[in-house]
């Protein structure tokens, strides 16, 4: 049975309300592209009205700013205990509106309530330094919330990336508008009524809901947002930092996707490389910023690899994601499935080739046969550019010095992965792979505690990990002067 939808408005100052426009737009189920709901489409008039509440809301004596930093932390554990309490619910939401498999987004609450408590765990741990300077100087620096910010969303892991932003920017003490995906709108309202229930004053969070151009734009020219952190794509990205410094200086954060190389040695355990390969590029209908998208097969090995590779997609099993038994949903909407078919039809143009799948699986709902490309070559689009769909492309190398400068070969710089039992060549890899995630062995291996972001292309600024709260903090030196003698 399809899960209940309790919001569909927009979440301002506390309460729930029509777009001032009056407008809505629909939002679908990537399963059959029928209509879920009619959402509140919100726009600048609406994005003026959340900053707003949003600045209130961050005036030094207002209740949020007078919290205590440690009651702070409480406050969203609060919240991680409404994510667990209602989290078959939100799992069920997910993958009604998104296509996540309703298994993995139950595998993703528990993950995700323990984020909140690592994030959370950060509040009132946020503390300056003391500093010498010129001997009879008292010096020490104040660390303080950058202000409101503003968190534009993707649409491939919906709760997950609310949960990154919206929680790393509370724990530092901002107060924020959040601007889900139009495919994905659901969870973040349903989400937001969990942080109005664990007690969050009213304009500390405010959800518009709305078009990237519409309630997008309005946010990133906003002269009260002082940063915006944004995942989607490069283009995007880069409108954003530039609209970002149009009316004033905001600081950004950017996670932008990537073209990740997995390299798999002569010496690598097939038995664990090709699954851990096929899970790196297949999981969530290759929807993920850090899909193994270049997957690199050294010649000794690459004919038997190839040869597994296609017998692993093939007996992946495709459907309805609410099915606990199935390994890949659809696309998230008929626009990606378009796109990712056009990117299939342009590698068998180029001459890679295809081994299995590659076509679209029935006509209602946007599923996508899980696709491997052998013989790929570095010029072909399909090695280029993000798929972002079920597609594995396999290409040949001969040595580690040849293939890492190949895996660099590219303007992304987000993730990268080898399989191999020599020490000397990982190491290698890890050193001079160009990105800002490395796995060795063993693919997406991520959590709370590790940083993650890009080099490059691929955006700049770490989230998770123990300074993940840095980009939201302004850091303030107060220098005291003091007697020479006393
Ligand atoms: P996108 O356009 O970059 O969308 C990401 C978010 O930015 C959405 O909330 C979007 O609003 C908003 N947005 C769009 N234009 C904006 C603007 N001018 N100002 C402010 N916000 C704006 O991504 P997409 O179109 O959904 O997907 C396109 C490609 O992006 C995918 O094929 C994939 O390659 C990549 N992608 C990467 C990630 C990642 O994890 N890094 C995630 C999703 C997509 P709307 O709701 O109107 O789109
Ligand atoms: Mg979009």
Redesign the pocket.
Known sequence: MAPEIKYTKLFINNEWVDAKSGKTFDTYSPHDGSVIAKVAEGDKADVDLAVSAAKAAFHRNSEWRLLDASARGRLLNKFADLVLRDSKYLAELESYNNGMLVNMALFLSERNALSIRYLASLADKIQGDTIPLDGDNFTFTLKQPVGVCGL?????FPITMFISKVVTALSAGCTVVI?????TPLTALALVALLKEAGVPAGVVNVVTG???GA??A??HHPDVAKIS????V??GK??QQ?AGKVNLKRVTL???GKSPLIIMNDADLNVAVPTAAYGVFTHQGQV?VAASRLFVQSGIYDKFVEKAVEFAKNRKVGNPADTAVDQGPQVDGE?MD?VLGYIEKGKKEGAKLLTGGKRIGTSGFYVEPTVFADVKDDMTIAKE?I?GPVQSILKFDTLEEVIDRANNTSYGLAAGIFTTNLNNALQYAKHVEAGNVWVNGYMMAGPQSPFGGYKDSGYGREAGLNCVDPYLEVKSVAISLPKKF
Do not use: R
């Open positions: 534009i969303l993707p649409w491939n601007k889900p995906a139009e495919q078009y990237g151009p997008g734009t946010l990133t944004f995942t989607g794509s283009e995007v409108l954003i609209a996670e932008l996707g910023c990606m796109k993000e972002f």
